[in-house]
Structure formats: C-alpha cells, structure tokens
C-alpha cells in the first residue's frame, strides 16, 4: 500500500516536472549580424516539422531535395536552388530571400507578411545543421525545415528534432526517404 502511494506520489512529481520542463528555444541568427558566407553552398533536406498537417503535406511526395544557398548579384538576396526528387522526375526550383534591415528574419521574396527566421544548429548541437522556420498568420502556416551538411544524421538526431519541435507546437513531422537518386543542379556551387 505505502509502495503504491510512492509510487504514485512519484508519478505525479514527474509528470510536474516535465510540464515545468521549458522547451529549449531556438536561436535565431539575426542576418543583419552574421556572416551569411558560412551558410553558403550545399545542404541536404532532411526533415520538416508543422503544426498542422497542412504545413508539411507537400512535402510528403518528395523523395529527397539538395539546396546549393548562394548570394544573388545583389548581395542582400539569399538564392535558395533547390534539386527536387519527386519520383522519377527532378525538379529544380528557386527561392530568393532577402535580408532587410531592422528584420532579423529573412524576407520571401514576394510573401513579405511571412516570418522566416534561419535557427542555428546549436538546437541540436550540431554545427552542420540549420533549420529554416515560416510562419504566416493567414493563410496559417507554422513549420520548420531541417537542413544538413550531410545526407543524413543519425536517428538519435531526428529523434532529438522531433521531441525539441513538437515541445514548441510542431508535431507533424515528415522525414525525407532519400531512396532514389539524387537531383544535382547542372552547376553545383
Ligand atoms: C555538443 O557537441 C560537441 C561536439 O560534437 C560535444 O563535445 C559536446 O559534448 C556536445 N554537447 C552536448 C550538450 O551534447
Ligand atoms: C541558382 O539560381 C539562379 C537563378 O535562377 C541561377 O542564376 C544560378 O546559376 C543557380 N545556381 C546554381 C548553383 O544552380
């Protein structure tokens, strides 16, 4: 009877403190302040996280993407090339941002009502990460974008992404299989 009460009486403090547990914040690299250079050249999709299933459901058919990050003619413009892998096909896409001042975040370029701050790795304590956050509030948007250096991590990694995301509301997550072959950009950077 004692043992019970112990051991409920424990099953409560730990449930107490886990809802006192503070989710770890994200860092977010304010761009007015960095060195964007370091951030340059090629990084492998690895994951997306949304708050709702709307969030990351395009994602779902896409088999694995390379993103080569490179500086526009106008150095205030971040180019996002993306090689996709949807199936047997590959599709390339470009997306520029742009670093504005008094904004921390970047702007998408033509969508400047989103949020889009860049995360450091420091999230998962791994230099060779960066996470790419947008957020909207109409239409709603919340997700995250899990970037590496190398086409994969470890599923410790992904796991420790999966619980520090949907501790600040985004539990949709969605692995990229990385299966087929990768799309490369004609002139890799
Ligand atoms: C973070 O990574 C570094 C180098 O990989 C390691 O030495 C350190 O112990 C790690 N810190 C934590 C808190 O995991
Ligand atoms: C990225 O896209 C821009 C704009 O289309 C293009 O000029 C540039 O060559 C591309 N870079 C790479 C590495 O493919």
């Not at 993306?82 to 904004?103: F, M």
């Not at 450091?120 to 974008?145: A, K, M, Y």
């Not at 969605?174 to 299966?179: C, D, G, K, M, S």
Request: charged share 20%; with cysteine.
């Amino acid at each position: 009877m004692i043992t019970e009460a112990w051991t409920f009486l424990l099953h409560v403090v730990g449930l107490l403190l886990h809802s006192l547990t503070p989710c770890t914040p994200p860092e977010i690299l304010s761009m007015g302040n960095i060195d964007t250079k370091q951030y340059l050249g090629s990084w492998y999709f690895i994951a997306v996280a949304g708050e709702r299933d709307s969030d990351v459901n395009k994602f779902r058919a896409v088999d694995s993407t390379i993103i080569v990050l490179q500086e526009a003619a106008n150095a205030n413009t971040l180019l996002f090339n993306g090689s996709i892998r949807v199936g047997n096909r590959c599709i390339k896409e470009v997306w520029p941002y742009h670093i504005r001042p008094g904004r921390d975040d970047l702007e998408r370029d033509g969508i400047p009502e989103r949020l889009s701050p860049l995360w450091s790795g420091r999230l998962l304590n791994c230099s060779e990460c960066i996470f790419l956050q947008e957020s909207e509030q109409q239409p709603p948007l919340n997700r995250v974008l899990f970037y590496a250096r190398s086409a994969s991590v470890s599923t410790e990694m992904i796991k420790e992404f999966q619980m520090k995301v949907s501790c600040l509301g985004m539990r949709n997550v969605f692995v990229l299989p990385q299966e087929k072959e990768y799309c490369q950009l004609d002139e890799m950077a």
